[in-house]
């Protein structure tokens, strides 16, 4: 579980680095890569998910990273106790190192960096994410699709 969250840790920040800083594209704003599937567009997202919550900036700032904080220690503590399967560790493992990776973004710039964008079939998304949003998404998956603590549920 922490080899899996310091992985997810480490490929989001690496990946915001070369994207947003060596890539320039906090200037640039725009970047092309396979269009119109995969495009790289600097958006700064305050809230949560599709810039929910993003009213009060601040408040939201220091609550999200604290909620962060909070969320991976109880699923280290609850993941220890109540997973055994490799799948599921790992799910977990990549929901805590997305949630501070993200949460790192919070501290440093005040807002999470998000930078893939992804259209299709005559759709334009206006949305922009992170590898960290992908790292969350996948590792809840895993809770859900593998989980392993029904037959605990039920017999205790």
């Known amino acids: 579980m922490l080899l899996t ?3 997810a840790f480490g490929i989001d920040q690496l990946s915001k680095w070369a994207v947003v800083h ?4 906090i200037e640039v704003r725009s970047i092309d890569v396979l269009p119109p599937l995969l495009n790289f567009r600097m958006g700064w997202n305050t809230g949560i998910n599709f810039g929910l919550l993003s009213d009060n900036p601040e408040f939201m700032r220091v609550a999200l990273v604290v909620f962060a904080i909070v969320v991976s220690g109880f699923l280290l503590w609850w993941g220890n106790r ?5 799948i599921t560790r790992m799910g977990a493992g990549a929901i805590i190192g997305g ?9 440093i710039y005040g807002a999470v960096a998000d930078f893939l964008n992804i259209s299709c079939c005559g759709i334009n998304n206006p949305y922009t994410f992170n590898i960290a949003d ?3 998404f996948a590792g809840a ?3 859900v ?3 392993d603590t029904k037959g605990e549920q039920a017999a205790g």
């Open 82 to 86: 109540n997973l055994g399967r490799v």
């Open 5 to 7: 969250a310091l992985a």
């Open 141 to 143: 998956f895993a809770l």
């Open 134 to 136: 992908i790292f969350i």
């Open 99 to 107: 949630a501070l990776a993200n949460a790192l973004d919070r501290v």
């Open 22 to 25: 060596k890539l320039n594209l």
């Open 145 to 147: 699709a593998f989980d």
